[in-house]
């Protein structure tokens, strides 16, 4: 089946009424990037879903799949579906189940004023060409009317005069679920919302009820994901020794392009920090963490990764869909810290292990080990005066990625900027920055999602935003040529994953040499003790 | 002598502290959340400009808590008199949800003044005698005035908000018949306000012997039909008010400051910690495979297991 113009829901009830697609994104809709990506013929197109998929799963939502939830076979098998929901809807509102998020959850449900004032502020819905089915406030009223209809005590009456009504079948339902995987949660739209209410928390907790109770959720974050991480050690599949025979050889080969030793160091009891890398940098981005250890030791610092189960991966996908899974981990990661004995644990660069263990785990478990941000790390380091940097060595257009993880649900905006600010000369912001930045659209697990076509999803539509910024803000060089090479610093290893495939989509390292990397080799690649340049544009 | 009158505010009046108060309770008790803060937190220290926290600083946990209560009531009267952030993300209903909402403070700022008048009359204090009887003869001025911009304010705004919401698209796709009830009600406060103090340059002083009367539980002198449209109107909406998302009124403190704002850390021997080993030890009772609550497991046993025990 292919659509020819865009299509987009007409009523809150419409997501009720079977159809063979209750939206769909027509590409010459969408607005434009600045040239040389502006003409959309010239860009990849967004693939259709196979008539098998549409066929196999609950597909009526949109254009992709990302639950990818197989059609019930039978009357009672929908009916079983729909009971679960409203099993697990009436679960997310006691304090028993649902204490962890009980009070932003209710409060959020009873309280929007429906003022669309949160609606530009989401980059999924303003650069889907401002499809309705991707507004905040889409599924968030969806959801709402199922509250108030079904759990929230008063007369039924009083409620839909008040609430408005909603069918809840099974329609509704199966495209909630989806639909709970078309945000990125990066909570921008509540930074606008006048009355508090957070439509990024109310897809979190749909993401939930899902995987809590009827045990749904994308494989990419659930069995590959938390299951793996727990029972293997890692959600890359690495197990202990594969780990430590892959550091091996990201050791050997630091020290055989820098001339400096480099040795990680193991498990070892009493180490001022125990870094904890996502692990999924050890197989992409190998340079990442090369560069820690190498900064690290060449600072005297005294540091370790741990190669217990579970610790050498900061991961922690159950901050996308399950409080259980996020606790899972979260426990992992703490007791290792504990038995280690070291002061802190320094959250590596990644942007969902900051909150997941930064902030979240904080009301998890009480008596933790402290832990710190690898941002303030760095910027203690580079301050320190400890490695010798050339800021020249950096002389090239950099620009910053702010991961919403770190940024706005954390405050950690400068400790990354003043880094910059001393050995990049070429440092410009992207705009906006800081906590008003924009997600780079494969937050919230979509950087590791690519089934059927959802990759073309991310591309086009929820990373539009970020690409847009990221051509703006390499703006005053000329983004028809590759010779001056550019470099995004995203410290963040999701939103380097996004941002690898949105370079490689709008084909913009060849077309206009816009490169990416984290903060530390940067930092690394300023130090004078390296003869040869620490990064490798030919190999990035 | 009590009148139905008498019983109709008393009634109202109870029905809106109550509803209030058990919107304020109901919140109050709800178990400690998780941190779900929002930056900027305005209460972050000399961080607040630009969105930064403690968390930025090496060692955190060993430097003393700052907590700027100033910022955060800074931001918390910008939000709440001005509407700052519908002014910067949504414009153009600004210029109708401010109205509207101003108009309903000074209405309610009316409310206060003639409390006090009431008490000033009840006092024996004379209009335009003494020093207290030209202060009483002021205050009806500000009376009359505060109750015709609330009352003109008020109506713009609440007539603005009927036609956006009725020919915007994206309003009107989310409007439900509760949403042109409070638009009309509201619409119909203000009118009636600007009936009350526009026609009749008597109302600030009768309205003070009204009050005295309700405050004291004693004589009314007669209502003008105008003021019983009025007081019943603005009565039933009182009522009405608590049943509504309208009740951010009472809930928005909670919604900044306990959730948005709320950044305590939990450290050793903190407040926060016999909250939160009660709260792990409750039952849960979710359903899917790799949980299997059933209502016997705690969260301690949910975290401290794999959820994939049965595949052994
Ligand atoms: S979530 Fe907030 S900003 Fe958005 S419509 Fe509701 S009240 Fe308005
Ligand atoms: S959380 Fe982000 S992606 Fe989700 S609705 Fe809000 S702004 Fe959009
Ligand atoms: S992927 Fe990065 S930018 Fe996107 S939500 Fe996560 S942290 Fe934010």
């Given at each position: 089946m292919s659509k020819t113009s865009t299509i987009s829901p007409k009523?809150?009830?419409?997501?009720s009424k079977s159809s063979d697609q209750l939206a769909h994104v027509d590409l010459k809709d969408l607005p434009p990037l600045p040239p040389p990506y502006d003409d959309m013929e010239k860009l990849p197109g967004f693939k259709a879903l196979s008539e098998e998929a549409r066929e196999k799963f609950d597909?009526?939502?949109?254009?992709t799949l990302v639950v990818s939830h197989p059609k019930p076979a039978t009357p009672e098998e929908e009916e079983r579906l729909v009971k679960g929901f409203f099993s697990g809807l009436e679960k997310l509102f006691t304090k028993e189940n649902n204490w962890t998020f009980l009070e932003p959850l209710t409060m959020s449900m009873e309280h929007c004023a429906k003022c669309q004032t949160c609606a530009t502020d989401c980059p999924v819905f303003t650069m889907s060409g401002e499809n309705e089915v991707y507004r905040p406030t889409y599924r968030a009223e969806v959801m709402r009317r199922l509250y108030f209809k079904h759990?929230?005590?008063?007369t039924k009456v009083f409620n839909s005069f008040q609430n408005g009504g909603i069918d809840g079948n099974w329609t509704t339902i199966s495209r909630l679920m989806e639909l709970a995987y078309r945000c990125t949660l990066c909570r921008r739209c509540a930074q606008s919302c006048p009355i508090g209410v957070d439509n990024g928390l109310i897809t979190h907790e749909l993401r939930k009820l899902f995987s809590m109770e009827m045990g749904i959720s994308p494989k990419e974050l659930h069995e590959k994901g938390t299951v793996q991480q727990l029972k293997v050690g890692s959600s890359t599949g690495m197990n202990p020794v594969a780990i430590k025979d892959n550091v091996d050889f990201i050791d050997e080969d630091m020290t055989d392009r820098t001339g400096i030793k480099v040795e990680t160091k193991w498990d070892v009891e009493g180490a001022d920090i125990l870094l904890i890398h996502n692990a999924g940098e050890f197989l992409a981005w190998p340079e990442n963490p090369g560069a820690f250890a190498l900064m690290l030791e060449a600072a005297g610092v005294s540091w370790t990764l741990s190669s217990d189960l579970v610790a050498y991966d900061g991961v922690n996908y159950g901050l996308f869909y399950d409080d259980a899974q996020l606790a899972r981990v979260a426990a992992r990661h703490l007791e290792v810290a504990k038995k280690l004995k070291v002061k802190k644990i320094v959250m590596g660069e990644c942007g969902h292990e900051h909150k997941a263990l930064g902030v979240i785990a904080d009301r998890v478990f009480n008596n933790s080990i402290p832990r710190e941000s690898a941002m303030t790390l760095m910027e203690e380091i580079v301050f320190s005066g400890k490695l010798s940097l050339d800021p020249s060595k950096n002389d090239f257009p950099v620009t910053l990625h702010d991961p919403c993880n770190i940024t706005r649900a954390m405050g950690i905006v400068e400790p990354q900027r003043r880094v910059l600010r001393h050995i990049a000369p070429q440092f410009r912001e992207m705009?906006?920055?800081?906590?008003r930045n924009y997600c780079c659209g494969g937050g919230s697990g979509f950087a590791i999602m690519s089934g059927h076509n959802f990759a073309d999803w991310r591309m086009h539509i929820s990373g539009r935003m970020k690409m847009k910024q990221i051509l703006e803000a390499f703006g005053d060089t000329d983004l028809y040529s590759d010779e001056v090479k550019k470099y995004i610093c995203a410290p963040c290893s999701n939103c380097k994953g996004q941002i690898r495939d949105l370079l490689d989509f709008y084909g913009a390292k060849t077309t206009s040499g816009i490169y990416y990397g984290g903060l530390v080799e940067l930092i690394v690649n300023a130090m004078?003790?390296?003869?040869?340049?620490?990064?490798d544009w030919d190999m990035m | 002598m009590l009148t139905a009158w008498h019983v109709l505010t008393y009634l109202g009046a109870a029905l809106f502290l109550i509803g209030g108060a058990v919107r304020i309770i109901r919140v109050a008790r709800m178990p400690l959340h998780l941190r779900w803060e929002l930056y900027p937190v305005p209460h972050e220290k000399g961080k607040a400009h630009y969105g930064g926290s403690v968390l930025e600083e090496t060692d955190w946990w060993l430097t003393k808590r700052e907590v700027d209560h100033w910022g955060e009531l800074v931001v918390m009267l910008e939000e709440i008199l001005l509407l700052k952030g519908v002014w910067e993300h949504n414009r153009s209903l600004w210029y109708a949800s401010f109205p509207l909402h101003f108009g309903l403070y000074l209405l309610i700022g009316n409310i206060a003044l003639l409390i006090v008048g009431g008490i000033f009359e009840l006092s024996g204090v004379q209009l335009g005698v003494g020093s207290m009887g030209q202060v009483f003869s002021f205050l009806l001025l500000v009376v009359s005035g505060v109750g015709i911009a609330g009352g003109v304010m008020g109506l713009f705004g609440a007539l603005f908000m009927l036609y956006k919401r009725l020919f915007v698209r994206q309003l009107r796709m989310y409007a439900n018949a509760g949403t042109y009830l409070n638009a009309i009600f509201l619409g119909a406060i203000f009118l009636s306000a600007l009936v009350v103090f526009g026609t009749d340059a008597n109302a600030p002083q009768r309205l003070a012997t009204i009050y005295a009367g309700l405050i004291s539980a004693g004589n009314l002198p007669h209502l003008t039909l105008a003021m019983q449209w009025h007081l019943g109107i603005c009565l039933a909406f009182a009522a009405y008010l608590p049943l509504t998302h309208m009740s951010h009124l009472f809930t928005k403190y909670f919604m900044y400051h306990d959730i948005r704002w709320e950044d305590t850390p939990n450290t050793p021997g903190g407040k926060l910690e016999d909250r939160i080993a009660a709260q792990v030890n409750q039952k849960v009772s979710w359903a899917a495979p790799h949980i299997q609550g059933g209502g016997t497991k705690t969260w301690v046993d949910v975290a401290t297991s794999t959820g994939a025990e049965d595949d052994k």
């Open positions: 009523s809150i009830k419409d997501i597909a009526s939502l949109d254009d759990v929230k005590k008063g705009e906006p920055h800081g906590t004078t003790d390296l003869s040869e340049p620490f990064l | -």
